[in-house]
């Protein structure tokens, strides 16, 4: 992915469909749930789903929940503050990288 966002303030992971597509996944994959969430534009959106993925950041590797919704943003992935705190990482938004 090329342009992921790490946002403190989010308390989800967020997966738009088509980057859910992109990675080759279908709706088996997908397990349901009945949220509702907002999306990269703070609308309302109902999840399609949820996914779970091996997601590696720099020579990382970690197991990651997201919630795939139908949504056109800006970023391939948003990554909220639990993902941060459970991962020990520090976003720097003035170098753009993960710590």
Partial sequence: ??????????TVNLMPY?????????SEDLL????????FGGNASKTRGVVN?????????MSTTFFVIN???SYSL???????????CI???MHQCLI
């Fill in 1 to 10: 992915m090329t342009k992921m966002l790490v946002d403190g303030g989010a």
């Fill in 18 to 26: 088509t980057t859910f597509r992109k990675l080759g996944k279908g």
């Fill in 32 to 39: 349901e749930t009945n949220m509702m969430l907002k999306d």
């Fill in 53 to 61: 993925v091996e997601l590696m950041i720099g020579n990382k590797t």
């Fill in 71 to 73: 949504a056109k943003g």
């Fill in 78 to 88: 948003l990554l909220g503050g639990d993902w941060i705190h459970a991962n020990c």
């Fill in 91 to 93: 976003p720097s938004m």
